[in-house]
């Protein structure tokens, strides 16, 4: 026989205060704990979740990142012959090779600069990369113009479609953007892509920075890599989507250092849901008594006491919730110290952390119910009836 | 006074277990103050100690890892013939760097050997360290907290695969581990080592002689203004131009874009005040109720309302300051005297808890007890004798 759920809401409206008390504290931890899983998820996600499985990164074999990567004409010519590779529609291997620069741009937020990445790209980058998606027009090769990723348009000043960014290693030339362009949220919407000859022409530079093939499929994977890292070309490959996630270990760090915080907070809660059904059950010691005497079982007090603290936490949760959805959507960005070019990220409240902020919710509340029922279920009969 | 603190303490001690879960609650909150705050001042009073140098970075306009040709070092100089006001230009490679079979990135960076014990005098204090880096071409000074993580000492040879063209492996002699350097993760190697390794790897000559960012030694704040903006001037419509910053901005812009740790971990701080507060405030909400009785009887012996009052002030701070003491002491003794000490925060190296945050977190633990006791005594001081009396059972 359990208590009816009636019993518990009703209870909760006994200590009008306490409850509300006790439900602010648990909804501030929720709040926080929402937060900042989207802050660490959406920075995560918009590098971690870059690259397309068939996709082969090459660097140079000493390289971190693209930034700082240079391979040479000739040795990027060998990259033709990589084993796998898929080709296009002219008959040519899909081999993209890539110029990543970098340039001083306003955050339109603060006016603050920040380091953008500029690719340069054929063609054929648009086969390789066939997630991106250009909104407006998509710029000529051989003239000035580039496309603007999605979150760099967002985040950046004089970055819309008629806008002219200065680039070049002097920033003496100026490059009209004709376009906007998506690429599933991933690393890339944070950059700035103009023809690879012009990048190479505006930053003098006589070498490229990465290469990038697509296979015809992910399995092909390691006979490519292994072409590539053997005596013949001896570059580096990686999978695209491998280098993204060595990417994203720093904003893992970041991720790990915050959720520590919001442990410590959520023990603090725990602390004061104890406080408080403890508080309820010492209030309560005659009726838990008649109760008993009206035939139920020590469980059924137990689970009375824990469902009582599941709501609280529940409600909680709502409001928690619902005090962080204004954070939905906000839009930053941060500076990689592997590549020293910025990545924007939004913050979107999913779902699933909805979710895991109810699940860490519920966890506070009945652990903190815990030993309070457990206390209620011991509750000696007879002396506290005759106490009244 | 003394009954009152006789009630305080029986009261405190009444209900031991709520009085404790309180302790706890408030202690989490303030554990978190102190390690945020302490993230904080310790990337600040980093800032702070670099703008004390009196350096000026100089880095490439279009951006902060576009590199500049070396000949600006000279023209710089050329600024201030006496050397009245540039003490010292110093060029700076970075060329990053990483272990074989390790992808953690370390911050290793060439510099002029001759300029640069003049204008980072927080490195090479001895004599013959000094000595040790003027003679060895492959002297390496390895940051401490680096130094630590790595194991590495003085005497040890190191080699470190460059993170950017030629990407050679340079193959260096630990001559300092830096005891009392700003940054204390930085390593400084010759600039002439890295200039040479360029062009024996086959680098093009125009790939050589450039470096990262040039660091300005100025004589004071009047110079450290003037040259900001001279330097930037001399070289305005040039192929390079540059932008030069004080070393505190210079070294924010790479702190606040990374997460902007200080404001969110500030704001985090703020949050978990209000967690704090709102848990004393139930508390003491509790235990008011609790007692209504009591007080009522208190009044009707002729006790004031302003002594119930306070009866339920101090228990709500003295409570709380306790917590307070807790989540003060704790983190101090655990990053202090444990092995958590050895952890490496993110970002942080090693966390150093100073007074001035325990103080400040103290008060606010004191700030938290006052407002959550302020209800209670409020509500004290309005209690109606007679309606409390009769409810009693």
């Known amino acids: 026989m359990t208590l009816p759920l009636y019993y518990n809401w009703r209870n909760l409206f006994v200590r009008k205060l306490t409850t509300l008390l006790t439900v602010a504290v648990i909804a501030v931890v929720v709040a926080a704990l929402i937060v900042l899983l989207s802050f660490g998820t959406g920075m995560q996600r918009s590098v971690g979740g870059s690259g397309h499985p068939a996709n082969l990164l090459v660097l140079n074999a000493g390289a971190t990142a693209e930034s700082t990567s240079l391979i040479w004409p000739e040795d990027a010519r060998l990259l033709v012959q990589t084993p796998g590779a898929a080709v296009g529609p002219d008959g040519q291997p899909l081999v993209s090779l890539e110029v990543v620069v970098q340039t001083d741009v306003r955050r339109l937020r603060d006016s603050s600069s920040a380091n953008v990445a500029v690719r340069g790209v054929d063609d054929v980058g648009f086969l390789v990369h066939d997630q991106v998606q250009v909104r407006g027009r998509m710029f000529t090769q051989g003239a000035r113009e580039a496309i603007v990723g999605r979150a760099a348009q967002s985040l950046y000043r004089g970055l819309n479609v008629g806008d002219r960014v200065a680039l070049g290693r002097s920033r003496s030339h100026e490059y009209e953007i004709v376009g906007v362009f998506e690429s599933a949220g991933s690393a890339f919407e944070s950059e700035i892509w103009a023809p690879r000859t012009m990048i190479a022409d505006s930053y003098q530079r006589r070498f490229d920075s990465s290469a990038v093939i697509r296979l015809d499929n992910a399995d092909r994977m390691a006979a490519a890599a292994d072409y590539v890292n053997g005596p013949a070309v001896r570059l580096k490959a990686t999978s695209e989507p491998e280098y993204y996630r060595q990417l994203s270990d720093q904003s893992q760090q970041v991720v790990y250092l915050v959720l520590g915080l919001v442990i410590i907070m959520a023990t603090g809660a725990v602390f004061a849901v104890a406080n408080t059904m403890y508080a309820a059950v010492d209030g309560r010691r005659r009726e838990i008594a008649m109760l008993r005497t009206l035939g139920f079982s020590r469980l059924a007090i137990v689970a009375a006491f824990l469902v009582e603290a599941a709501m609280i936490a529940g409600l909680a949760c709502l409001v928690g919730i619902a005090a962080s959805l204004p954070f939905s959507g906000l839009r930053r960005d941060f500076l990689s110290n592997v590549t020293h070019s910025v990545t924007g990220f939004e913050i979107v409240i999913t779902p699933g952390i909805c979710l895991a902020a109810l699940a860490a919710a519920l966890l506070v509340g009945v652990i903190g119910a815990a030993a309070p029922s457990a206390r209620a279920a011991r509750t000696p009969i007879v002396r506290a009836l005759r106490r009244g | ?393």
């Open chain 2, 1 to 393: 006074m003394d009954l009152l603190l006789t009630l305080l303490l029986r009261n405190l001690g009444r209900n031991p277990r709520r009085s404790a879960l309180t302790v706890a609650a408030v202690a989490m909150p303030v554990v978190i103050l102190v390690l945020s705050f302490t993230i904080v001042a310790q990337l600040n009073r980093f800032l702070d100690d670099s703008a004390a140098q009196l350096r000026l970075a100089v880095a490439h306009k279009t951006s902060i890892i576009n590199p500049l040709p070396y000949g600006h070092k000279a023209r710089i100089a050329a600024l201030d013939p006496q050397k009245r006001d540039i003490i010292a230009v110093v060029g700076i490679a970075w060329i990053g760097g990483v272990l074989a079979n390790d992808r953690e990135p370390l911050t290793t960076m060439g510099v002029d050997a001759d300029e640069f014990p003049i204008a980072f005098t927080d490195h090479l204090l001895t004599q013959q360290e000094r000595e040790a880096w003027q003679r060895d071409r492959r002297a390496l000074i390895v940051g401490r907290s680096t130094a630590a993580k790595m194991g590495w000492k003085v005497g040890d040879r190191v080699t470190i695969r460059a993170s950017i063209p030629p990407y050679s492996e340079f193959s260096f002699n630990v001559i300092s581990t830096a005891p009392k350097a700003i940054d204390p993760v930085a390593n400084w190697c010759h600039l002439s080592y890295v200039f040479e390794e360029r062009a024996r790897s086959g680098l093009p000559e125009s790939s050589v002689d450039l470096v990262s960012f040039l660091f300005v030694k100025c004589s004071g704040r009047a110079a450290l203004e003037r040259y900001r903006v001279e330097i930037d001037r001399l070289f305005e419509n040039t192929p390079d131009e540059t932008q030069t910053q004080d070393e505190k901005a210079f070294l924010n812009q790479f702190i606040s874009q990374q997460f902007d740790l200080p404001t969110n971990l500030t704001l985090l701080a703020l949050i978990t005040i209000a967690v704090a507060v709102l848990a004393a405030a139930n508390t003491m909400n509790m235990s008011f109720r609790d007692r209504i009785g009591e007080a009522a009887t208190l009044r009707a012996l002729g006790f004031s309302a302003r002594f119930g009052a306070w009866l339920s002030l101090t228990e709500s701070v003295l409570l709380c300051g306790i917590g307070g003491c807790v989540g003060v002491l704790a983190p101090v003794i655990a990053f202090g005297y444990t092995p958590i000490g050895d952890v490496q925060i993110p970002l942080i190296v090693r966390l150093e808890i100073g007074p001035g945050v325990c103080v400040v977190a103290l008060t606010l633990a004191l700030a938290i007890g006052t407002i959550a006791g302020a209800w209670p005594a409020i509500q004290g001081g309005r209690l109606r004798v007679i309606d409390a009396l009769r409810s009693l059972e």
